[in-house]
C-alpha cells in the first residue's frame, strides 16, 4: 500500500509539473477520470447549437413533472360524455307515429308466422284471424311490443325492413325476389353515386333496392310500357318513402325517374345518358340490347331476369346474330333451403327428456319396441307466446332437438344472366 500511494504522489507531481501534459498544454487525464454519459459523448461530436438544444431536452427529462392542474367532477363528466349532434340525435327511430308503416306477427300451426303489413291511421283497425287490434293501440308504442288482439291473439309489432315490404306490398305483376335482387346487385357491382337504367318498373321492387344502392347522389331511370304497372311501382315507392321519413326521421333518397315508354323506341333519350349498369326485367330483352348498349360504359354488367330458360337462349342467339358488343359471363338460379329446428315434442304437448344411454338395459322385443316407439313419437308442434314467456322449469331443461328441412321451400323464381360489355377489336 506504501508503494501504491508514493506511486500515485510521483504521478500527480509529475502533472503538476507537466510532464504528462497533453498536446496543446491541457494535462493528461486518466480513463477512470474521463469517464463520460453516453448523451455527454454524442454532445461533444455535435456542433454547439446542436449540443446546446440536445442539452435543453436532457435538462427537461431530469426535471420533476409538473403536477396537472385538478379538473373538476362535473367537467370531467362533460368531458368524457360523447357529443351527440342534434340531427344525429333524432335520427334514431322512436315510437310508432301516425301515418307509418307497421308490421304486425302473430305465430301460427306448425311453427308459421302470418305477418300483417298496415298503414298506421288514428282511426283505423287492424284485422288478424286473431282479433281486432286499434290503430290507437299501436301508436305510440315503441317497436317490439307484444300486444293482445280482442280474440286473445299475441301480436309482435315493429316496423317492415325492405325486403319485407317488397314481399308484403300490393303488386301487379310477379315481383323480382329479394333473393335474385341481392345476387344481381353483387352481379352489376353498384357503387353509390352510380347511374342504373332498369327496363320493367313491374310493382317497384327493384326500383326500391337500386334506389337504396346508389343513394342520394346516384340516379335510377325506370321504363314501363304498361301504364297501370306504371302507376302501381309510383305509388309502392311514394309510399315507403313516405313511411321511412316518418319512422327515421331522415329522408329516404328521391332518385328514381319513373318514364311511362318503350324502351326499344328511347334510343333518342339514350344519347345523352351515361350507365354504369343496366336491368332488364321484360319479356323480350333482346328488342331493348341494341338501343341501350350504346349508353353503357365500357366494361359494364347488364343484368336480365328471365323466367324460362328458352328465353335465355333467345337472348344469347340474338346477340351472336347481331354481333352486340356483350359477352355472357354467367347465368344463374339462386335457391334457399328452409330449415326448422326446434325442441321434439310428446303427443301430450310436453318437451321430451333427454334420457343418457344405459349400455346394461337388455333390447325389448320387436313387438315392444312397436309400441314403445309408437308412444314415444314425437310431433311438431306450435310455440306460442305465452309458453316461451311462462316460468315452467321444464321448458329450461335439456332437451333433445328435430332438425329437418321445412316443408315450405322456395320454388324456381327465374334465371339470371350476366353479360358483360366490351369493346371489339378492330378489323
Not at 500515485?8 to 463520460?36: F, M, V
Not at 315510437?95 to 307509418?100: I, L, M, T
Not at 354504369?276 to 354488367?301: C, F, R, T, Y
Amino acid at each position: 500500500m506504501r508503494a501504491w500511494r508514493g506511486l500515485r504522489r510521483a504521478a500527480s507531481s509529475a502533472l503538476s509539473s507537466g510532464d504528462g501534459a497533453a498536446p496543446g498544454g491541457r494535462p493528461r487525464r486518466r480513463a477512470w477520470e474521463t469517464s463520460l454519459s453516453p448523451l455527454e459523448r454524442v454532445r461533444r461530436l455535435l456542433p454547439p447549437e446542436e449540443a446546446a438544444a440536445v442539452g435543453r431536452c436532457a435538462a427537461a427529462a431530469q426535471a420533476p413533472p409538473q403536477t396537472p392542474p385538478q379538473t373538476p367532477p362535473e367537467e370531467k363528466q362533460e368531458a368524457a360524455a360523447p357529443q351527440v349532434p342534434p340531427e344525429a340525435a333524432g335520427a334514431r327511430p322512436g315510437p310508432f307515429r301516425d301515418g307509418e308503416l307497421a308490421l304486425a306477427e302473430m305465430r301460427r300451426k306448425h311453427n308459421t308466422t302470418l305477418k300483417l303489413l298496415c298503414r298506421l291511421a288514428a282511426g283505423s283497425v287492424l284485422a288478424s284471424p286473431g282479433g281486432l287490434l286499434p290503430h290507437r293501440d299501436i301508436i305510440g308504442q315503441l317497436p317490439g311490443q307484444v300486444l293482445r288482439a280482442s280474440a286473445g291473439a299475441r301480436l309482435l309489432l315493429r316496423r317492415p325492413s325492405l325486403e319485407e315490404y317488397v314481399l308484403l306490398m300490393p303488386r301487379g305483376p310477379t315481383i323480382a325476389y329479394p333473393k335474385d335482387v341481392s345476387a344481381i346487385l353483387m352481379m352489376m357491382d353498384i357503387h353509390p353515386g352510380d347511374t342504373v337504367l332498369e327496363t320493367g318498373s313491374g310493382s317497384g321492387a327493384m326500383s326500391l333496392f337500386l334506389s337504396r344502392a346508389v343513394g342520394p347522389k346516384g340516379r335510377v331511370i325506370s321504363y314501363e310500357i304498361r301504364d297501370d304497372h306504371h302507376n302501381l311501382a309510383k305509388k309502392n315507392y311514394r309510399q315507403w318513402r313516405a313511411a321511412w321519413e316518418i319512422g327515421h326521421m331522415e329522408e329516404w333518397p328521391d332518385n328514381v325517374d319513373f318514364i311511362l315508354k318503350d324502351i326499344s323506341t328511347a334510343a333518342a333519350d339514350m344519347k345523352s345518358v351515361t350507365l354504369d349498369a343496366i336491368v332488364l326485367d321484360m319479356l323480350n330483352p333482346q328488342s331493348a340490347l341494341p338501343v341501350v348498349h350504346p349508353s353503357l360504359k365500357q366494361g359494364g354488367v347488364c343484368a336480365v331476369y328471365l323466367a324460362n330458360i328458352t328465353q335465355v337462349i333467345d337472348l344469347l342467339d340474338r346477340i351472336r346474330t347481331c354481333k352486340l358488343p356483350f359477352l355472357c359471363e354467367r347465368i344463374v338460379e339462386v335457391t334457399h333451403r328452409n330449415w326448422l329446428v326446434l325442441p321434439a315434442k310428446m303427443k301430450n304437448c310436453k318437451l321430451s327428456q333427454m334420457v343418457g344411454a344405459q349400455e346394461s338395459i337388455e333390447e325389448p322385443p320387436q313387438k315392444e319396441y312397436e309400441n314403445i316407439h309408437i308412444q314415444d313419437q314425437v310431433v311438431l308442434k306450435e310455440s306460442e307466446y305465452n309458453e316461451l314467456l311462462c316460468d315452467d322449469p321444464e321448458t329450461y331443461c335439456s332437451v333433445p332437438y328435430v332438425a329437418r328441412p321445412s316443408y315450405w321451400q322456395d320454388a324456381h323464381s327465374a334465371f339470371l344472366t350476366k353479360l358483360r360489355k366490351f369493346r371489339p377489336l378492330l378489323s
